[in-house]
T-cell receptor, first 116, second 111 residues
Framework: NAGVTQTPKFQVLKTGQSMTLQCAQD?????MSWYRQDPGMGLRLIHY???????DQGEVPNGYNVSRSTTEDFPLRLLSAAPSQTSVYFC???????????????FGQGTRLTVV | GQQLNQSPQSMFIQEGEDVSMNCTSS?????WLWYKQDPGEGPVLLIA?????ELTSNGRLTAQFGITRKDSFLNISASIPSDVGIYFC???????????FGKGTKLSVIP
């Protein structure tokens, strides 16, 4: 059972480039989300999805797009990378348990992105 | 955005000591969670709390859901070197799917 798998683990981009961070989970979880982690800032929610075909914005969505065509995959797309998007990005998934959704999150190992 | 105030920001303790940290908010949360993050890894869930006043243990860890629903506490007893890491609290409001995270408490254990 792989859990939540993120690729790549490390990435360097030039300002203005676009790229997609991949996230896949094999636990059949309905809820998936993307966070960014900056020093001293904790984790901030970028986008989330409560099921295939449904996505919504979190706290810091600007500059990012997501899609959820399958239950398993939830890619995060950077449209035009900026130095302010240098961060560690975490994907997470959560099961629906006793009617709750999005509560007990399982995190991937993260993608460390540097924009120069 | 909504913030959770987590304290202390960092702690240096001797191996074997007990540790306490807390998380407060100006808003009510229906769920409180505590996560631990090891260097270079994603956070891992330690304890989930679903009822005001609830006290839940996981080995040497004990967490409580505050009566006011605006705070939560995590205690670690008899710390060991592998307790080193960053501990995050997170809250979920009623009717929301989103988790709001604190900024973390960085724990260092001196052997």
């Amino acid at each position: 059972n792989a859990g939540v798998t993120q690729t790549p683990k490390f990435q360097v981009l030039k300002t203005g480039q676009s790229m997609t961070l991949q996230c896949a989970q094999d636990m059949n979880h309905e809820y998936m989300s993307w966070y960014r982690q900056d020093p001293g800032m904790g984790l901030r929610l970028i986008h989330y999805s409560v099921g295939a075909g449904i996505t919504d914005q979190g706290e810091v969505p600007n500059g990012y797009n997501v899609s959820r065509s399958t239950t398993e995959d939830f890619p995060l797309r950077l449209l035009s990378a900026a130095p302010s998007q240098t961060s560690v990005y975490f994907c997470a998934s959560s099961p629906k348990d006793r009617g709750r959704l999005g509560t007990e999150a399982f995190f991937g190992q993260g993608t460390r992105l540097t924009v120069v | 955005g909504q913030q959770l105030n987590q304290s202390p920001q960092s702690m240096f303790i001797q191996e074997g000591e007990d540790v306490s940290m807390n998380c407060t908010s100006s808003s009510i949360f229906n769920t409180w969670l505590w996560y631990k993050q090891d260097p270079g890894e994603g956070p891992v869930l330690l304890i989930a709390l679903y009822k005001a006043g609830e006290l839940t243990s996981n080995g040497r860890l004990t967490a409580q859901f505050g009566i006011t629903r605006k705070d939560s506490f995590l205690n670690i007893s008899a710390s060991i070197p592998s307790d080193v890491g960053i501990y995050f609290c997170a809250g979920q409001k009623a009717g929301s799917y989103q988790l709001t995270f604190g900024k973390g408490t960085k724990l260092s254990v001196i052997p």
